[in-house]
């Protein structure tokens, strides 16, 4: 057997090997690496959110985490690129991504990215209640920030100091998916009294059997008075 020809085999073997690991280590054999996600879907006030961030490329496993910025209250990432959790403010949140790979030493690539979470069903005063003789009115614009319509029904209570209940404006229609600041009018005449506002939005979307629900309430109360 011609040993030195062994030899000469088994050094070639163990550089390769030798080299074959180093470039794994390093990430050089391995493509570049690329976050692929850009963009976010908005996410909805107290309902449930779960997006996985996606990325190309590295030596895996990746591990991800958020290196500037914040995230809305109530939503984490996690390590492995999961971020989800029930926001619970609304806003713009802005923020940046890390994502690091396996290699010695890890590559990085970093992402900025903006989570927008708003109400599914927004209600805001348009005309702001007030008294006009006898009369109570005033307006709302209610929108639809979510991409399903709604069944829609709002209700305008008039309660004076006895606790008696009038209604003095209603409206049940369907609010097209995205629909942005429907104006909802109310007003009618009333007897003497004073009177808190009270406005109720309820919008049901049969295909998710969702309810969403929201009020306006005036801290102040509005007298009706007739006569002398």
């Known amino acids: 057997m011609n040993w030195d020809a062994v030899k000469q085999f088994l050094s070639a073997l163990l550089v390769l090997a030798c080299s074959t690991i180093a470039a794994t280590q390093t990430g050089s054999t391995g493509e570049p690496l690329t976050i692929q996600t850009t963009s976010l879907p908005k996410a909805y006030i107290r309902q449930s959110y779960e997006r996985h961030l996606q990325a190309e490329g590295g030596i895996p496993p990746l591990k991800w985490e958020v290196t500037e910025g914040k995230l809305p209250a109530g939503v984490l990432l996690s390590r492995d690129g999961v971020l989800s959790g029930t926001p619970t403010e609304i806003g713009e949140f802005h923020f940046t991504v890390t994502a690091s790979d396996s290699g010695k030493p890890a590559y990085e690539r970093k992402q900025p990215l903006t989570l927008v979470v708003v109400s599914p069903l927004a209600l805001q005063w348009g005309r702001y209640p007030k008294v006009n003789g006898r009369r109570i009115e005033g307006s709302a614009f209610v929108s639809n920030q979510t991409d399903r319509s709604f069944d829609l029904t709002v209700i305008v209570l008039a309660v004076n100091e006895t606790g008696r209940a009038t209604a003095i404006g209603y409206q049940h229609f369907v609010l097209k998916k995205n629909s942005d600041a429907v104006e909802i009018p109310f007003g009618e005449n009333l007897a ?16 998710t059997d969702s309810i969403y629900r929201a009020r306006l309430v005036p801290k102040e109360r509005f007298p009706v008075t007739t006569g002398p």
């Open 192 to 207: 003497n009294g004073s009177y808190q506002v009270n406005l109720d939005a309820v919008a049901e979307v049969e295909a």
